[in-house]
């Protein structure tokens, strides 16, 4: 779906991106991440042409993005920033309709999509629409420059540090919703953050940058299990790589069968982290869990022992 080539971006003197080469396939969360100046965003904007690259090439679906008129580029990937970037004399309606109004949408099938946006971030029509962004909490503000950025169904998402400047909860009440909307729509999402958490919980893929280059990239799981080296393995959490790992795993990857021992009184939902199922086990004082599904029915077990086990095994 993107594909960089060697490519290079230089600010006077500056190099700011190295000769990178990456390939971002159909319906991937690639999540760029790395310290401060490490190249991520501008490696994001070079994909847009909000930045032009100084060598090599970048391509969208096999085609140069210099071949494309710069204007028709941008209203087909979608972009969401920190700042979220809405006008503030519009109201959300407006301001989620504007792309799909330059393309000249029919007025009827604007306001649907606008509707159908509405309601799919949770942002109520009669309550949200007439709005203006200073009436908003930044959770909720952010949830309009997403359906924005969404509102001509673009194929790619490019999302430049989107939930940085908001309090924890809703950042992390934002990536569930982000994770479920994906889940759904399957775009193809670039995803520029410094926090290696909101990385590993939302990414199918990482590439981790430090100064202009890339220094390692695979799936989540593959990075914390085998850093290339130091640096990555510090940004991945140092000694608490393994304690990171366990909030990409599912209980019902690691339940056993239930056994004809008494079912413990402690339990886990089978679609918890491994991290969520430690959790209840230190509060519970408790080295066994049952795990239930939906109804609440026992569907296996959860042994402290045989996890780290299995872990110790891989």
């Known amino acids: 779906m993107i594909e960089l080539i060697e490519v290079t971006k230089r600010f006077g003197r500056e190099t700011a991106v190295d000769a990178i080469s990456l390939r971002i396939e159909r319906g991937e969360l690639c999540a760029l991440v790395g310290t401060s100046g490490c190249g991520k965003s501008t490696t994001l904007r070079m994909i847009n042409r909000l930045i032009e690259h100084s060598e090599g090439e970048v391509h969208l679906e096999g085609r140069q ?44 099938k604007v306001e649907a999509r606008v509707e159908e946006l509405m309601t799919l971030l949770g942002l109520p029509q009669e309550q949200f629409a007439g709005k203006y962004p200073h009436q908003l909490s930044g959770g909720q503000a952010q949830r309009v420059g997403v359906a924005r950025a969404l509102a001509a169904d673009p194929d790619i998402l490019l999302m430049d540090e989107p939930f940085g400047a908001l309090d924890p909860i809703t950042r992390e009440s934002l990536q569930l919703e982000l994770r479920d909307l994906q889940s759904r729509l399957h775009k193809t999402i670039v995803f520029v953050t410094h926090d ?14 430090r100064a202009g280059r890339i220094v390692q990239q ?14 990555v393995a510090s940004l991945l959490g140092g000694n608490d790589r393994g304690l990171k790992e366990t909030t990409l795993l599912r209980v019902g990857e690691r339940m056993q069968p239930l056994s004809p021992r008494l079912l413990p009184q402690a339990r886990v939902h089978r679609d918890a982290t491994l991290r ?26 959860l042994s402290l022992r045989r996890l780290v086990g299995a872990r110790r095994d891989e």
């Open 65 to 108: 993005v210099r071949e494309f008129d710069e204007q028709v580029l941008r209203r087909r990937i979608g972009y969401v920033i920190q700042s979220t970037g809405l006008f503030p004399h519009w109201t959300v309606a407006r301001n989620i309709g504007l792309v799909p109004r330059l393309l000249k949408w029919p007025r009827a």
């Open 196 to 209: 290696m958490d909101e990385a590993l919980a939302l990414a199918d893929r990482l590439v981790v940058m």
């Open 218 to 231: 695979g799936t989540p799981l593959e990075l914390l299990r085998d850093p290339v080296d130091d640096f």
């Open 276 to 301: 969520q199922a430690l959790a209840v086990m230190f509060r519970e004082h408790a080295d066994r869990l049952a795990v239930v599904d939906d109804d609440d029915m026992a569907v296996g077990e």
